[in-house]
């Protein structure tokens, strides 16, 4: 009975800490504003990308961002009948310049700064490679496509040409 309470007590001040410092995180750095950056929902243009066997929504897609838009490309993740945003790019004219999320804290690779594919805030050999920073996706329906073709074929079934990353 002891060790369940220790345990019990440990878990809620372990989540308590957590809490803090993701309220801590985002009084430091606030969430970004500007298209995208408030979508809480995926539109259903949105792509697809598949991470643990959960589908995650990104939008706009990699492929729809010009060197005009300015916002944010969010990533968004299913969570209890609900989406939740994993994360937001940041970007600026085309140029991806920072990744936001909710856990955010200052010295973690969140913290990386970025202008024209170079690492301008941050340890370059801990911030994420610029090249990844917009998330590449598939189409929608995808991911349910896939997940069929494996079922029958296996896992070397052959990608439909509709289903590309981009």
């Keep these: ?36 950056c408030n979508l809480m929902t995926p539109p259903a243009t949105a792509g697809e990308e598949m991470n643990h066997g959960i589908t995650l929504r990104v939008f706009p897609r990699a492929k729809d961002i010009d060197a005009a838009y300015t916002g944010c490309q969010a990533v968004l993740a299913p969570v209890e009948g609900k989406w939740e945003v994993v994360s937001l790019t940041v970007i600026e004219k085309g140029d991806p310049v920072r990744i936001w999320s909710a856990h955010d804290t200052e010295g973690s690779s969140l913290s990386c700064r970025f202008r024209k594919g170079k690492v301008v805030k941050g340890n370059p050999d801990a911030c994420p490679a610029p090249q990844f920073l917009l998330m590449k996706s598939l189409a929608p329906g995808c991911v349910q496509t896939f997940r069929e073709a494996i079922a029958k074929q296996g896992l070397g079934a052959p990608r439909p040409a509709e289903c590309e990353y981009n």
């Design 1 to 36: 009975m002891k060790t369940r309470l220790t345990l019990t007590a440990s878990v809620v001040v372990t989540s308590v800490c957590l809490m803090m410092s993701a309220v801590l995180a985002n009084a430091t750095t606030p969430r970004p504003t500007g298209p995208n």
